[in-house]
């Protein structure tokens, strides 16, 4: 009689195991067009600056244009962009300076003469999903809005097509975000401009997504990232599923999150978890955590304060909660939640630049978790 108790125990423990992974793992697949939004990035006009410049500054505009008994040959180079409202909510808008020379050639002999080139470069923003799950969000110049330039005795309507033309030749496409590719699994995404920047909707592959509540209003300087609490803990439970059992075979549930307002480097939060043992006899232990979110030099620390214990499975072995935070995969996932890919780590490259990219806030809006973060663009 005991063995058979012992045998239904750990069949019923393993089948609930599985129940749990196997939920964590759903994939909800592709989101419809008009998604509820259930995270958002949101990139400053001041960031978009320092991505156009990096991607732009330097770039040569060089060729040359057959007018029948004059030729004109440019050599321009890209000197500053800034970040202006677009006509179209798909798209951004850059002013462009370009400086150099301009060589007419005739039978005369040639003449050369600095010139200054002054445009606005409407950008479409273009969404690319990608096989690995990520998503890319490029601004590629499309159209010239306005062309300014003095070019005395010359044909201005032709030389100045002809500027556009090599312009948008020569001015590169960039990538504005890659959201999924550093851990924040995506099902559906949107892009517009927006209040002086870009904001990026996205849908996670959270099995039950539970939406925000509202948009977070726009960052003067940076990124801010928001996530409702309920897609996290699931986007965390899938992470610790798929990484499997840590020491002596368990395998760590995160079953529920809720966070409140803190100081911006600390959120107070509470942590459901759930230990499973699926192996041997088999076992599981629930729990509830106090503690903190903690905003370090090296990224993101669940610091626990209080555990409760909440119940047990029958024969269930003595075991530390404590441990398994401290292991700190609950507080990756969420760190990995929290960053875009050009932003995963020190170093990381944005189209040619270094990028040294800091959290420096966290904040608990209503049924989310939020944190602004600054990317500083190195050469």
């Known amino acids: 009689m005991t063995l058979v108790s012992t045998v239904v125990a750990c069949a019923s423990v393993t089948s609930h195991y599985e129940e749990?992974?196997?939920?964590?793992?759903?994939?909800?697949?592709?989101?419809?067009?008009?998604?509820?939004?259930?995270?958002?990035?949101?990139?400053?006009?001041?960031?978009?600056?320092?991505?156009?410049?990096?991607?732009?500054?330097?770039?040569?505009?060089?060729?040359?244009?057959?007018?029948g008994l004059v030729a004109v040959h440019a050599d321009l180079r890209v000197r500053?962009?800034?970040?202006?409202?677009?006509?179209?909510?798909?798209?951004?808008?850059?002013?462009?300076?370009?400086?150099?020379?301009?060589?007419?050639?005739?039978?005369?002999?040639?003449?050369?003469?600095?010139?200054?080139?002054?445009?606005?470069?409407?950008?479409?923003?273009?969404?690319?999903?990608?096989?690995?799950?990520?998503?890319?969000?490029?601004?590629?110049?499309a159209s010239i809005r306005r062309l300014d330039l003095e070019v005395p005795g010359l044909a201005r309507g032709a030389v100045d097509s002809w500027l556009q033309e090599v312009l948008l030749d020569v001015l590169p496409a960039f990538v504005v975000a890659a959201p999924g590719d550093a851990g924040l699994p995506v099902r559906g995404?949107?892009?517009?401009?927006?209040?002086?920047?870009?904001?990026?909707?996205?849908?996670?592959?959270?099995?039950?997504?539970?939406?925000?509540?509202?948009?977070?209003?726009?960052?003067?300087?940076?990124?801010?990232?928001?996530?409702?609490?309920?897609?996290?803990?699931?986007?965390?439970?899938?992470?610790?599923?798929?990484?499997?059992?840590?020491a002596h075979g368990v395998v760590v549930e995160p079953t529920s999150l809720a966070a409140r307002p803190g100081d911006g480097q600390h959120l107070p939060l509470t942590l459901g978890l759930t230990l499973w043992r699926p192996v041997g006899r088999g076992w599981w232990r629930s729990y509830e955590i106090e503690g903190r979110l903690a905003l370090e030099d090296d990224g993101v620390r669940v610091v626990p304060e209080r555990v409760d214990e909440l119940g047990h499975s029958r024969g269930a072995a003595a075991a530390d909660p404590l441990a398994a935070v401290a292991?700190?995969?609950?507080?990756?996932?969420?760190?990995?939640?929290?960053?875009?890919?050009?932003?995963?780590?020190?170093?990381?490259?944005?189209?040619?630049?270094?990028?040294?990219?800091?959290?420096?806030?966290?904040?608990?809006?209503?049924?989310?978790?939020?944190?602004?973060?600054?990317?500083?663009?190195?050469?």
Do not use: Y
């Open 189 to 246: 995404l949107r892009v517009r401009a927006s209040d002086g920047g870009v904001r990026i909707d996205l849908r996670t592959a959270a099995p039950r997504p539970e939406p925000l509540r509202g948009p977070a209003p726009m960052p003067a300087e940076g990124f801010r990232i928001s996530i409702s609490t309920a897609s996290l803990v699931q986007v965390a439970a899938a992470r610790a599923f798929e990484e499997g059992p840590l």
């Open 80 to 141: 500053h962009l800034s970040l202006v409202p677009a006509d179209a909510p798909d798209a951004i808008a850059l002013d462009t300076h370009l400086d150099g020379t301009l060589t007419a050639r005739s039978l005369l002999g040639a003449t050369s003469t600095p010139i200054a080139l002054d445009a606005t470069v409407e950008a479409a923003l273009g969404v690319d999903g990608r096989p690995d799950g990520a998503w890319l969000v490029t601004a590629t110049p």
């Open 20 to 67: 749990a992974r196997l939920s964590a793992l759903e994939d909800p697949g592709m989101a419809a067009s008009d998604f509820a939004p259930d995270a958002e990035i949101l990139l400053s006009g001041s960031l978009l600056d320092g991505l156009a410049t990096e991607a732009a500054v330097g770039q040569r505009l060089a060729g040359a244009l057959d007018l």
């Open 327 to 379: 292991h700190g995969s609950i507080a990756r996932a969420i760190e990995r939640a929290l960053t875009l890919s050009w932003t995963g780590a020190t170093g990381a490259r944005v189209g040619g630049a270094g990028a040294v990219v800091r959290l420096v806030e966290l904040a608990a809006p209503p049924g989310a978790v939020r944190a602004d973060g600054t990317v500083d663009l190195k050469r």
